[in-house]
């Protein structure tokens, strides 16, 4: 170990190096980041300032958008940045702080969506005890509860990596610091990490997807005894909505952190990547508010007010 060389930075290899190619891709990101930014901080801001709007499955959807904006801007910035750079570098300690956050976000996303799934299942399943059962103790220990699940996940894995050694090559062969792309670059042995990194999307995310799971099959049962065709045809409309969202998430995230390296495939890898880490978050705001009848009309009345300011 000792006649080894110590890796202090990656290359972050990224989508493509043909530089044509790249600034298309950048020009690409750039818009669905500004897209992302953009939904997520109206959406906060309606939600804040609409009265109408303070109701728990609002205060669900303003964390949702927050942790949006977190999720999306640990990776798409620094992609952006490399897609213009010549050299695209990043430190093993910046790579490893990216990694943190990243599950930090990713675990806070699955269980806010859980909360979620919980809220609409109290409102739809038992209405005359909803405002009882998602009072705002309730609602704030389960948005602290995200958080600190996330916190704990991404802290363990950290921990672990943190001891990890680097002695080249040192090319990730990716847009971003993910855990099973540094394992694979490891000099020191990872079975420690993979337990890791297998234990915890199996315990956390199928935790996570099962309680989510179990509220909506309560809740499409109630919405099959619903006697109004079109009432339950806006009922399924909204819960398959969620549901995509959800299953895309849970299958190209849970996917890429149990699956062997030997079955890695760095095109399919970049793929399902870019639909978790960069598509979902531009994606929630439209599926679980912009389709919302109430949040349409508070986002239109705000708009409205500020081009009266004009």
């Known amino acids: 170990m000792k006649n080894q060389t110590t890796v202090t930075e990656f290359i972050l290899l990224g989508l493509s190096s043909d530089p044509q190619m790249q600034i298309f891709l950048f020009l690409l990101f750039l818009v669905i980041y500004l897209i992302t930014l953009g939904g997520n901080i109206v959406i906060m801001v309606v939600i804040k300032a609409d009265s109408h709007l303070h109701a728990p499955m609002y205060f669900f959807l303003f964390h949702l ?9 640990v990776t798409v910035p620094k992609m952006l940045m490399n897609f213009l750079a010549e050299h695209k570098t990043v430190s093993v300690n910046g790579c490893i702080a990216q990694m943190f956050l990243f599950i930090l976000s990713v675990g806070a996303e699955i269980f806010i969506l859980s909360a979620l799934a919980f809220d609409r299942y109290a409102a739809i399943c038992d209405p005359l005890c909803y405002m009882n059962t998602m009072n705002k103790g309730i609602c704030v220990h389960l948005v602290s509860g995200a958080w600190a ?15 990890l ?5 040192n090319q990730i062969s990716h847009f971003s610091c993910e855990l099973p792309s540094l394992l694979q670059l490891s000099c020191t042995d990872t079975l420690t990490n993979q337990v890791v990194l297998l234990t915890s999307p199996v315990v956390f995310g199928l935790s996570s997807l099962l309680f989510t799971l179990i509220s909506y099959i309560h809740i499409n049962f109630t919405i099959l005894r619903i006697r109004s065709t079109e009432g339950r045809h806006k009922a399924f409309s909204t819960c398959s909505s969620h549901l995509i969202v959800v299953g895309l998430l849970y299958l190209t995230a ?8 030997s079955v890695s495939s760095v095109v399919l890898d970049e793929m399902v990547s870019i639909q978790y880490s960069i598509l979902t978050p531009m994606l929630n705001p439209i599926i679980y508010c912009l389709k919302n ?12 007010k500020f081009k009266f300011l004009k």
């Not at 704990?152 to 943190?162: G, K, M, R, S």
């Not at 849970?254 to 390296?261: A, G, I, L, V």
């Open 254 to 261: 849970f996917s890429q952190y149990t699956k062997p390296s």
């Open 65 to 73: 958008s927050f942790v949006d904006l977190c999720y999306s801007s």
């Open 165 to 169: 050694h680097f002695c080249g090559p």
């Open 293 to 304: 009848k109430e949040v349409k009309t508070a986002v239109e009345k705000t708009l409205g």
């Open 149 to 163: 699940i996330g916190f704990i996940d991404a802290l363990l894995n950290t921990v672990f990596a943190l001891k």
